[in-house]
């Protein structure tokens, strides 16, 4: 599948995975999540090996083989992303080589280590990215970070990534509302083809009420529905429907990515799909902890008030 950026719009859901009490992966229960937040009437794109995935906690052969699971479950339709967390620049090329043998539409690039600390906004990523596109000859996605992480890279350094053929897309994480504005008017002047597909979880409403070409999220996961019922009011320029997605989606977002530390939002979520019935069991890979039953009482309030429970 030779995919643009156009061919990307719409909901993307960032897959949570599923572990078993022993720590290995319950494939039965993946299977399940896809059933669940993977369908076409609500789920237009698929992304696996990200945050939502522990990807840092899998070895090269699970993350294979959650690339190669799920391609055999989604829709043929539906583009399969799939995370590339590398260190450098040999670590991507292999890991990217890797996720597109396995079936994966789309490279994700996070940010590498050497272009932390300040040094992000640079021709480094420009570079980084051309030398990727040349060798890898595969549809590239740059995934953006938080500003304060050190790890986001500028305004200018992004709509030079945008403009190389190759990159069909950003996952835009800035973190604040105003990067994301600045950046997603840079890159649509510089590529209108580029895909910006936000995931700042505080901010979906306001997102999508300035612009951009879908929803990326782990919260696709818990609850594609209700980021489906935004997205669409969105593209009806309804405001009034907007709204009233926005009012249902509220509690969720605040149960999920509130309480402290937030790294813990996609066990948040693994806990709500187990209380839904879809999984078993919530218990993450270290250096995830599960959550406390406080919690897990905010979670299933939440998703009691969004009437999904």
């Known amino acids: 599948m030779t995919l643009t950026g156009k061919d990307l719009r719409g909901i993307t859901v960032a897959t949570v995975l599923p572990f078993d009490e022993a720590g290995a992966i319950d494939w039965d229960g993946y299977a399940a999540v896809l059933d669940h937040c993977a369908k ?10 990200g945050h939502a995935g522990e990807a840092t906690a899998l070895t090269d052969d699970e993350k294979i083989e959650v690339i190669k699971r799920t391609r055999a479950q989604i829709a043929p339709s539906q583009p399969l ?18 996720v597109r ?4 539409d789309v490279a994700v690039i ?26 890898l000859q595969m549809p590239l996605s740059h995934f953006q970070f938080p500003i304060a992480s050190g790890f986001g890279l500028s305004t200018d350094v992004l709509a030079e990534i945008a403009k190389i053929p190759e990159v069909v897309a950003i996952k835009e994480g800035s973190a604040t509302l105003l990067a994301y504005d600045e950046n997603r008017r840079a890159v649509k002047a510089a590529s209108p083809e580029t895909a910006i597909l936000p995931s700042n979880f505080h901010w979906f409403f306001s997102q999508v009420a300035l612009g951009g070409d879908g929803i990326l999220s782990g919260l696709a996961s818990l ?19 907007m709204r009233a997605a926005n009012d249902r989606l509220y509690p969720v977002v605040r149960a999920i990515y509130g309480p402290a530390p937030v790294v813990d939002m996609h066990t948040r979520m693994k806990d709500g799909l187990q209380m839904m019935g879809v999984i078993k069991n919530a218990t993450p890979r270290l250096p995830l902890l599960p959550q406390s039953e406080a919690v897990r009482e905010g979670v299933r309030k939440a998703l009691i008030a969004a009437e999904v429970l």
């Open 40 to 49: 076409p009437e609500t789920t237009d794109c698929v992304f696996v090996n």
């Open 81 to 98: 992303l799939s995370g590339v967390v590398a260190t450098g620049i040999p670590d991507a090329l292999r890991q990217a080589e890797m």
């Open 101 to 104: 043998e396995a079936g994966a």
């Open 110 to 135: 996070f940010p590498v280590e050497a272009l932390g600390g300040g040094n992000a906004n640079t021709a480094a990523a420009v570079k980084l990215f051309e030398k990727l596109a040349r060798e």
């Open 223 to 241: 609850v594609p529905g209700l980021l489906a019922d935004l997205w669409q009011a969105s593209e009806e320029m309804d405001l009034a429907k």
